[in-house]
């Protein structure tokens, strides 16, 4: 793919429409703010087409005489970055934790939760590997026990690790 081919395949679609007759017009609606889109919509609605632009509400919308439709789309929002890469946000570290004493109980307070328990309380949250190892290393001590199990003890609330 080259810079651009989507645009042009899309740019060629529509042109398809610049000749069909006005009864004959399917609806159509264009998910992009870009610049050669906006005119080829605009040429296709001065033909008697029904065009209009659907954008997410976090894009500004175009300059155009299109009607220009705001799709609120629900996303999950990602906790803000602070400028450390390795600091990771209160409400993430707050969460991680609690999960983790709620899916595994509190049994941890003398013997540490088993490091491979934790991991996955932690994936399954949605964190990648990357994440989990930046989330261990802000909220638990992560140490071998004396049988080689590699076992997590949280810091702070009534665990005393």
């Not at 609606?29 to 889109?37: G, H």
Request: aromatic content about 4%; charged content about 20%.
């Amino acid at each position: 793919m080259r810079k651009q081919s989507a645009d042009a395949i899309l740019l060629f679609e529509m042109a398809q429409f610049y000749r069909i007759p006005t009864d004959d017009r399917p609806l159509i609606l264009i998910l992009s703010r870009d610049d050669l889109l906006m005119a080829a919509a605009e040429l296709l609605a001065a033909r008697g087409h029904s065009v209009l632009v659907a954008l997410s509400a976090a894009m500004p919308s175009p300059v155009t005489t299109v009607p220009v439709v705001i799709l609120f789309v629900e996303t999950q929002k990602t906790p803000p970055m602070t400028s450390d890469a390795n600091v990771i946000d209160s409400t993430v570290l707050q969460k991680a934790t609690c999960a983790i004493r709620h899916h595994l109980g509190s049994h941890g307070q003398k013997t540490g939760y088993l490091a491979a328990a934790v991991g996955q309380v932690l994936a399954d949250l949605g964190h990648d590997k990357a994440m989990r190892t930046r989330i261990l290393g802000a909220i638990a001590e992560v140490r071998t026990d004396d049988a080689g199990v590699r076992r997590v003890w949280l810091m702070g609330g009534d665990n005393s690790g």
